[in-house]
């Protein structure tokens, strides 16, 4: 009713300040694909303010992500979700696994670190996401934590002599459990490079 009363006045933006958050996921859904075709039909420019990133990337055509009222980084839901420009917008956007760099090392929790392929040297740092980390093989080694069953995956938390690390294999993969050792590497080429940290 909020959103037909305002669309009466034919305004020329229409700020919608978190207007699913108080709904379970399946209404959440449905609201969603709603105000995907109002906005589609009417035409009229809408100002999306939300804390779910779902939510961003699915309804945007743009994306401003703001931290403390200043702008973090501006782009498409794909520029923002695949190249996050800054490690509060990786940590936004599903990277856990978030490293400076220095001298084309990763600085870490026992100091810097060589990658296993080179990295950018203007790149301030990399952010993988789990599903980026390659479980199994690579250089450095930890110890398996935790491990959760989600569906098609099974998530992993590895504590590591460079700090922890969360990764994610498909569900019908040999699983490591908990207690055991695991080597692990973080591909360059699966990280996205951070601009700023």
Not at 174 to 194: C, M, N, Q, T, V
Request: net charge negative; charged share 25%; glycine share 8%.
């Amino acid at each position: 009713m909020a959103l037909a009363r305002s669309l009466v006045m034919e305004p020329k933006v229409l700020l919608l300040d978190e207007p699913l958050s108080n709904l379970d996921a399946r209404l959440r859904l449905e609201m969603r694909t709603e105000l995907q075709r109002v906005q589609r039909e009417s035409g009229v420019t809408m100002v999306f303010v939300t804390h779910d990133q779902d939510e961003a990337l699915a309804l945007a055509d743009r994306i401003v992500v703001m931290k403390d009222g200043v702008i973090e980084q501006l782009g498409t839901p794909e520029e923002v979700y695949n190249t996050p420009s800054s490690r509060f917008v990786a940590d936004f956007v599903g990277f856990e696994n978030i490293f400076a760099l220095e001298q084309g090392k990763l600085k870490t929790d026992a100091g810097l670190k060589p990658l296993s392929g080179t990295a950018s040297v203007e790149a301030a740092g990399l952010a993988w996401r789990p599903n980026a980390v390659a479980l199994g093989e690579g250089q450095f080694k930890g110890e398996v934590r935790g491990v959760a069953f989600a569906g098609g995956t099974r998530e992993y938390l590895i504590q590591s002599p460079i700090g922890a690390i969360k990764a994610e294999m498909d569900a019908a993969a040999p699983i490591f459990e908990p207690g055991s050792e695991i080597a692990f590497d973080l591909p360059p080429e699966r990280a996205a490079i951070l601009q700023r940290m």
